[in-house]
């Protein structure tokens, strides 16, 4: 991304912004609430007005956004069931079978949202991200309104779905994105500016009671904090 100006209802969230993303890596974006971290998820994926999309990319919300009428399978395949497209929804129906045995969902297929719980919601919602089978994957908060524990399972099963997949994932967590990140960039300000890259050693996802961890999320704390 080079260069990108950002605009929302008139304000101004960013401005002349240029930041890579590593390939098949987890770039993780932190930043207090309203800083700007939506905008500028929304702007890669296309979803703000005059903006297009890099190029074919997956995108879980904050919330699973589950059909309340569809079972669950049928929530997983409702990207092409949206787009119309019969032949591809049947070639995708046995990866999003095994997507769902992979989030423990396998005895759930027919059952509504309804009958879930927020995990179990979380775990189809990340299935149905996932059969998109795009390379590039924009997560939005995805975990942020589930229990501490709950949480954790769900960052350790995404950790392993999307490993070799370019992923950016939006988060106001500071050890979520130690957990999840192989790179982390704090945003502040009005317009917000990037932090540099902060790389926590070792691979995704990362032991939360690590010594090495806990320092640097005191850092990413104080950062916060201050706005700096």
């Not at 100006?5 to 890596?25: C, K, Q, T, W």
């Not at 795009?134 to 229990?147: A, K, N, S, Y």
């Not at 392993?160 to 982390?184: N, S």
């Not at 300000?189 to 790389?199: N, T």
Request: charged share 20%.
């Amino acid at each position: 991304m080079r260069s990108a100006h950002i605009v929302l209802d008139g304000h101004v969230v960013a401005e002349n912004l240029s930041l890579d993303f590593p390939a098949g890596r987890t770039t993780c974006l932190l930043g207090r609430s309203g800083v700007g971290k939506t905008s500028l998820l929304r702007y890669l994926a296309g979803l703000l007005p005059g903006t297009e999309a890099a190029g074919p990319v997956a995108y879980m919300a904050q919330r699973d956004l589950l059909l309340p009428w569809l079972g669950v399978l049928d929530n997983v395949l409702l990207g092409y069931r949206l787009r119309r497209d019969e032949a591809a929804r049947r070639a995708a129906e046995p990866r999003a079978r095994a997507l769902l045995a992979e989030v423990g969902l396998e005895d759930r297929l027919n059952h509504l949202p309804s009958t879930l719980s927020g995990g179990m919601r979380q775990r189809a919602a990340l299935a149905r991200t996932l059969c998109e089978d795009r390379q590039i994957v924009l997560m939005d908060e995805p975990f942020g309104h589930l229990d501490a524990v709950t949480r954790f399972d769900l960052q350790d099963l995404a950790a392993h779905l999307l490993r070799g997949r370019t992923v950016v994932m939006v988060t106001h967590d500071p050890l979520e994105a130690l957990r999840m990140g192989h790179e982390i960039h704090v945003l502040s300000g009005s317009p917000f500016a990037l932090g540099p890259a902060i790389v926590p050693a070792g691979d995704v996802p990362r032991d939360p009671a690590d010594a090495g961890l806990l320092t640097l999320q005191g850092r990413l704390i104080g950062q916060l904090r201050s706005g700096s």
